[in-house]
């Protein structure tokens, strides 16, 4: 699987290094230069520099022939904004966007994109540690 | 009439000015408290300090009973998310958003934002009438799909100069809405109306006429 991921913060660079280890071809984005440095040394996927709000460079990380785009950065409405564009420009076949906002969450799975909330998935594991 | 603004920069600041000065009923939501008290001491209580793309601020906000959402901060994602909410989960019913980046109107189009006004472009076709040979200047280009309000001038040397509006062969459709003379006499023409030099046409035509419309008027 080709998959292309938007934000080298330390959820982005985990995910590149797992699906690398699994044998998938990876892309990952970022706009800082020094986030590369959170990738392991025997990460062999390609790291490139750029936004992934920015169509030219979307287009340079391989996103016409991609089989998923992926958002992990930190804000959530640079997530919602390139992962519309993958969507609804580049008909990526499987958009995942990390969304902190549980209302924004709510509001983007229901105009179709498939939507991560940390903040709601941590939580709520943290309450069934607790209260099992 | 009530109008939800997001980001009170001096854009944001000046058209709450103008809109309350109409009458309009405005708020604006800011997240820099600094901006937010000048907004409040030159207004009233119009401005409150917050994000704009936070469910919880818009509906302490009434978004439900808005008519109009304008989002002018200085990120397009933030406009866009901003207006998509607004759309979406409130139901305001048109959603404005400033486009720092051109590129990206395809998209704000394609995700339902009402209308996207790109300032850099607004500044170049001010600056490109008041070079020589002046084109035309699109004074409400992209509010509507359909038809576009431009702003041509009539150059002296034009062949049209003495002709009746009835004798120009201006494009089917095409409304001529005013004319401002050399004087700066404003008028409203009719099919008798003389067409003079330098006269300034203010007119409503469908985009791909305004090639024709400008032959029409200018001769050229």
New interface residues.
Partial sequence: MKVIIMGCSRVGARLAELLYRDGHQVTILDVKAESFRRLQQDFGGTALLGSG?D?AVLRRAGIETADAFITATQ????N??AA??AR??FNVPRVVCRIY?P??RD?YS??GLETISSTTIVAQMIKEELTG | MYIIIVGGGRLGHNLAKSLISQSYEVLVIEKDPGLVERINAELGSVALVGDG????MLESAGARRADIFISLTG????N??AC??AK??FNIPRTIARLLDE??E??FK??GIDVTINSTNIILEYIKHELPSPPVMHLLKGLEKDFEVVDITVPSSAQTVGSRVAELALPEGVILALIIRRDRTPLVPGTETLIEAEDQVIAVTRPDDEPSLRAALTGK
């Fill in positions: 709000m169509e804000g959530d409405n640079r919602i904004m519309q564009v609804h420009i906002d209302l924004r509001l229901e105009l | 793309c936070e469910g919880k990120e397009d994602e933030d866009l998310v998509q909410i979406h989960h590129r990206n395809p998209l394609k995700l």
